[in-house]
């Protein structure tokens, strides 16, 4: 039960960057991670043992199995290799160097791939077994071979891939999700390290006439299944991390302007009408358009000489010049209020600068959460109206 675990983690980052895989197709890096996590899903549907018994029973050959779960082990191996090569290097760089370095690996992998199907066709393996193959068949020729080939494979990879990240971990410039990511990567791929030790110790324990299978058996299944649960989270992690970060900010900006959103709302009398299935940034695009709309029509009963005035008695507080420019379209705007529900015909002013004020909507209402420096500023312009300073100066 066990395997199905990582399969379902695995299965969950590939729906995760699915979308994203689907909208930018034609990018080779991410149908590269795609196509790796779904590689990745397959070592663990193939290697759970109720798989493996139907594979052999389907085929009618005992423990073919074991070639195909090793191919695509081999095959993951390599395909991380590349995938690590084209990530830190850059799609972009076509050097001899990085071209040598895939082929290589292309070459190598693809060549232990055909290995292992000649070496099991090779030897005489007519038992099956579903859960200790390795170290059963340590022994035996060809089937030795071919265990120790996998084996030693895997490791090379997992080393090489292991040195790559943790170099890529260290260089300057990373976003910070990009690096947990790399480092959740570095673990599962250190984990594998551990894997395949606890793999050759009993396949070597078997050699020299020791019995240590359990580690084979017991330990090394979940080592596996933590280790794939952990790389898969290092896949996950940049995106769902970025788009969580994105999310929040739109959700705080959504709050931010809730105070001035309920003050426009007392003006209009209305407001945004609720759409369950809107997405955080359309209701925040609603909000933003609804506020900035009734600030339009607003905007006659805004008295531009009492915001200056609001300005230079918020300079004159001790406030700093983008807080004291808030407060003063605070101000402005919460006196807009007053007057219009006075007299609601009064005439507009055309010297009103409008631009500003639907500009910094965030500011002003950020400053209406605090009623009682607005207070204090209508108090000092209403007795100092001499320290009217311009508001864009």
């Given amino acids: ?31 590269a991670v795609g196509g790796l996590l779904l590689l990745a899903c397959a070592v663990f549907v193939f290697v759970a043992p109720s798989t493996i018994a139907w594979t052999n029973r389907v085929t009618g050959v005992p423990n073919i199995s074991a070639p195909w779960c090793y191919s695509l082990i081999t095959a993951f191996c390599g395909s991380c290799l590349l995938l690590i090569i084209a990530w830190r290097n850059g799609l972009s760089d076509r050097s001899a160097a990085t071209r040598r370095a895939m082929r290589w690996v292309v070459s190598v992998y693809s060549s232990v791939i055909v290995a292992l199907w000649v070496l099991f066709a090779l030897a005489d393996a007519p038992v099956e077994r579903v859960r200790d193959l390795d170290t059963y068949y340590a022994t035996t020729p060809f089937m030795r071979e071919e265990i120790l080939l996998y084996l030693l494979a895997h490791t090379v990879a997992v080393l090489i891939t292991s040195w790559l990240i943790w170099n890529w971990v260290r260089t300057d410039g990373l976003d910070a999700w990009l690096r947990w990511g790399l480092k959740f990567l570095g673990v599962g791929y250190a984990l594998n390290l551990v894997f395949d030790a606890v793999k050759l110790t009993a396949v ?15 330990l090394a299944p979940p080592v596996a299944c933590l280790s794939a649960i952990v790389i898969a989270l290092g896949f996950i992690l940049p995106h769902a991390g970025q788009y969580l970060h994105d999310r929040r900010l739109v959700r705080a900006a959504h709050r931010e302007l809730r105070p001035l959103y309920q003050l426009m709302r007392s003006v209009s009398g209305s407001g945004v009408p609720f759409v369950l299935r809107s997405t955080p940034e359309l209701r925040l695009i609603r909000r933003e358009t609804f506020i900035r709309d009734v600030l339009l029509g607003l905007a ?94």
């Fill in 300 to 393: 006659r009963h805004i008295d531009e000489r009492r915001r200056h005035a609001a300005y230079g008695a918020a300079l004159a507080l001790g406030f700093p010049p983008d807080r004291a420019k808030a407060l003063a379209a605070a101000v402005a705007i919460v006196d807009a209020v007053e007057s219009g529900r006075r007299s609601p015909e009064l005439p507009g002013d055309d010297d009103v600068d409008t631009a500003d004020l639907l500009r910094e909507i965030g500011a002003t209402s950020r400053a209406l959460r605090r009623p009682h420096e607005i207070e204090a500023v209508r108090a000092r312009a209403a007795t100092a109206p001499a320290e009217s300073v311009p508001v864009d100066e």
């Fill in 1 to 31: 039960m066990s395997f199905w675990i990582p399969t379902a983690v695995l299965a969950a980052a590939l729906t995760i960057k699915l979308p994203t895989i689907l909208r930018l197709w034609r990018d080779p890096l991410l149908r």
């Fill in 204 to 218: 070597v324990a078997r050699w020299t006439g020791h019995d240590l299978d359990w580690l084979s058996t017991d």
